[in-house]
T-cell receptor, first 112, second 113 residues
Framework: KQEVTQIPAALSVPEGENLVLNCSFT??????LQWFRQDPGKGLTSLLL?????REQTSGRLNASLDKSSGRSTLYIAASQPGDSATYLC???????????FGSGTQLTVLP | SAVISQKPSRDICQRGTSLTIQCQVD?????MFWYRQQPGQSLTLIAT?????????ESGFVIDKFPISRPNLTFSTLTVSNMSPEDSSIYLC??????????FGPGTRLTVT
């Protein structure tokens, strides 16, 4: 059974810093790894999806990498802004049924 | 991406009653899922609701408690039956578009008193 872990659980940084959020998974036989953002009381916004054949994906100030062999993914946020404050969730897609296993999230606070 | 709406956005219900949550998508999708997010927790998959087949429930979730309908490719409902305070959660539907990426609705925040 796939298990997904995110470290740290919470992170507070000053505006402008570059930061890295970590995600690890126990079963390396994943199809995809998807990163989401969740604002308080809201649904999930898809940020990046990395397919198993890819090593990284980029969107604006966000860059996500995937290392299946080590069971790790990282989300890099460049030049953080207060608007980046949210909970970031990673989720592993481990089968053709497209069911996601979520980590517990990293709550990010970017201080102005 | 798809536009996904859920109704109601929130509700407060008494224990022992049932609530039906609707999920509407602006495009036709085969794969649809229902997740639960308990307070302070991450998301847990309740069931897969693919059109044309019976819903498939994950361990710990049963049809009598969470009946699901999927009448067409753009709509689904999840009913939370005989509610207790432990059912207080955010319930989210999601869909898969173009094979891989999954998109979520805004969620329904349920409080059971």
């Amino acid at each position: 059974k796939q298990e997904v872990t995110q470290i740290p659980a919470a992170l507070s940084v000053p505006e402008g810093e570059n930061l890295v959020l970590n995600c690890s998974f126990t079963d390396s036989a994943i199809y995809n790894l998807q990163w989401f953002r969740q604002d308080p009381g809201k649904g999930l916004t898809s940020l990046l999806l990395i397919q198993s054949s890819q090593r990284e994906q980029t969107s604006g100030r966000l860059n996500a990498s995937l290392d299946k062999s080590s069971g790790r993914s990282t989300l890099y946020i460049a030049a953080s802004q207060p608007g980046d404050s949210a909970t970031y969730l990673c989720a592993a897609d481990s089968g053709s049924a497209r069911q996601l296993t979520f980590g517990s999230g990293t709550q990010l606070t970017v201080l102005p | 991406s798809a536009v996904i709406s859920q109704k109601p956005s929130r509700d407060i219900c008494q224990r022992g009653t049932s609530l039906t949550i609707q999920c509407q998508v602006d495009s036709q999708v085969t794969m649809m899922f229902w997740y639960r997010q308990q307070p302070g927790q991450s998301l847990t998959l309740i069931a897969t609701a693919n059109q044309g087949s019976e819903a498939t429930y994950e361990s710990g979730f049963v049809i009598d408690k969470f009946p699901i309908s999927r009448p067409n490719l753009t709509f689904s409902t999840l009913t939370v039956s005989n509610m207790s305070p432990e059912d207080s959660s955010i319930y989210l539907c999601s869909v898969v578009l173009w094979g891989y990426e999954q998109y979520f609705g805004p969620g329904t925040r349920l409080t059971v008193t």
